[in-house]
Every structure is written in structure tokens, then in C-alpha cells.
């Protein structure tokens, strides 16, 4: 039997307790969702004020959670995950909030080990293109040039010291 194609706003709001009970959600997430059951703006509005109501949704708790571990398993730096929060339209305030709790010493630490991965992996590239490359990857991954400029200067440094 094929779903509903417009659900009441109560079993919404039943479905979108599910959906944010099984992982963090941003409010535009679930507003996209609710608008997929069919409901109204009016409709959606009133189901997220319940959601927050009921804690099945915080935008701050869903910043914290998504920064941490978008830092630990893919390891973006802080400028990706500030693109990546904005685009999401989540609150300056909690994107403020997400970033800091990034740990700096576990941040520089994995800035180091993808530069050093990268570098590697690059062996049979020339020197510049090796460090232009390992440069544009770290950049895509949301790493900044301040970040950046130090750990390359080590790469290159440890490359010539060895050539």
C-alpha cells in the first residue's frame, strides 16, 4: 500500500518526531520534510514550534553535533563547516557556538595527518605541483591559508631536508 500522498498534521507530526528522534536535524530539514507530507506553511510552523516544544529539536544541539563530527570523520576544517551550517540557514549564534567547541589541539592534529596523507600520496609529483595540490585539497576541506601556510612550510621543509 503506497503512503499518503498529504498527511493530517497530527500524523506529520508523528512522522517528524521519528525523523528527528533518529538523528539531529536542522529546522530547515524538517520544514522541507513536513512540506513533503503536504502540510501548509501555517501547518509546518506549528509542528516545528511543537517539535522544539518537546526537544525533539534544536538547532544549537544539531549545530554541536554536526561540526564535531564533521571535523572527526571527514575532517573539514572550520571554514567548510561555517559553509556548510549557512547553507543549512542555521542561526549566526549557533554557528558561533558549534565552531568553538571544535578542539583546537585535535583540529591542528588532524590538519597535520591529512596534509602529511596527502603529501604522500603525491610522491611522483614535482615539488610545487605536489605542494599546490596538497594546498587545494586542505582549501576544499575548509581549511584556512593561515592554517594552512605552517604545515606546508613543514611538508616542504621535511622534503628538502630528505632530497
Not at 64 to 85: H, P, T
Not at 87 to 112: F, P
Amino acid at each position: 500500500m503506497a503512503p499518503p500522498s498529504k498527511y493530517t498534521p497530527a500524523q506529520a507530526l508523528q512522522k517528524a518526531r521519528h525523523y528527528c528522534a533518529y538523528q539531529e536535524r536542522c529546522h530547515r530539514e524538517v520544514a522541507e520534510k513536513l512540506y513533503g507530507f503536504g502540510l501548509t506553511r501555517a501547518e509546518t510552523d506549528h509542528c516545528i514550534a511543537t517539535l522544539i516544544e518537546e526537544n525533539y529539536l534544536n538547532e544549537e544541539r544539531f549545530a554541536i553535533q554536526f561540526a564535531g563530527g564533521k571535523s572527526r570523520m571527514k575532517g573539514w576544517g572550520r571554514q567548510r563547516i561555517e559553509r556548510e551550517l549557512r547553507q543549512r540557514q542555521v542561526s549566526e549564534y549557533c554557528i558561533k557556538k558549534a565552531l568553538a567547541t571544535i578542539n583546537t589541539g585535535g583540529y591542528e592534529q588532524q590538519l597535520l595527518k591529512l596534509a602529511e596523507k596527502k603529501w604522500e600520496s603525491l610522491a611522483r609529483a614535482s615539488g610545487p605541483e605536489r605542494a599546490r595540490k596538497t594546498r587545494d585539497f586542505l582549501l576544499r576541506k575548509g581549511y584556512s591559508w593561515s592554517e594552512l601556510q605552517p604545515v606546508l612550510k613543514e611538508l616542504a621543509a621535511g622534503a628538502n631536508g630528505n632530497g
